[in-house]
């Protein structure tokens, strides 16, 4: 038996209650407006390095509830007792410095909120860029933020394109989902 070629073609294939079918037809590749739920992404993003995004995916409520739902100002001010808190939730990564990221990355979006009046303007200042060009913004912008990382977070929240076939039925949803002046970028 062949194996999938794509995300979307293995998504067509799995029972209609796991985690990716959910993920794939209702949060990839489509838009995100809202600065805590951009920095939510960008914080699991983070945290899949290394790991499966399936455990990403099943431990996905347990990160809203130990990370304050995201609440960027929250997390900003989280101190090491918080830290140590957080280190020691089963229902997350454990990970040190993606923790510490965490954090400092709630530090770094706020300084962007001042500038540019939410973390979604500044990232459509920027669009379109190519890959490469974010990946080099966003290391100099954020902490633990590689190529894998970034590429999946800005095709997650659709900024880069490929998240979904042309032939998923879901591709038309997230086109619809886009503004116009964001479909005539070329990245």
């Known amino acids: 038996m062949d194996s999938p070629k794509t995300y979307c073609h293995a998504v067509a294939k799995m029972d209609k209650n796991n985690v990716h079918v959910h993920y794939h037809n209702k949060e990839y590749g489509f838009p995100i407006t809202d600065d805590n739920l951009l920095f939510a992404r960008l914080v699991l993003e983070i945290n899949q390095a290394g790991l499966s995004w399936t455990t990403i995916l099943n431990k996905q409520d347990n990160f809203f509830a130990a990370y304050d739902q995201f609440t960027i100002e ?4 989280y101190n090491d007792r918080k830290k140590e808190l957080l280190m020691q939730d089963a229902g997350i990564i454990r990970n040190r ?4 990221a965490a954090i400092e990355n709630a530090k770094r979006i706020q300084v ?5 009046g939410s973390f ?4 459509d200042k920027h669009h379109p860029l190519t890959k490469e060009e974010w990946v080099k913004l966003f290391k100099t912008t954020f902490k633990f933020t590689g190529g894998e990382i970034v ?6 929240i659709g900024y880069l394109r490929g998240a979904h076939n042309e032939d998923c039925p879901i591709y038309g949803k997230v086109l619809a989902k886009k503004p116009k002046w ?4 070329k990245n």
Not at 120 to 123: G, H, R, V, Y
Not at 151 to 156: A, D, Q, R, T
Not at 182 to 185: E, S, W
């Open 74 to 77: 929250k997390v900003a001010r």
């Open 97 to 100: 410095l993606k923790i510490e």
């Open 112 to 116: 962007i909120q001042k500038e540019y």
């Open 120 to 123: 979604k303007n500044w990232l």
């Open 151 to 156: 590429n999946e977070f800005l095709m997650s």
């Open 182 to 185: 964001f479909l005539k970028a």
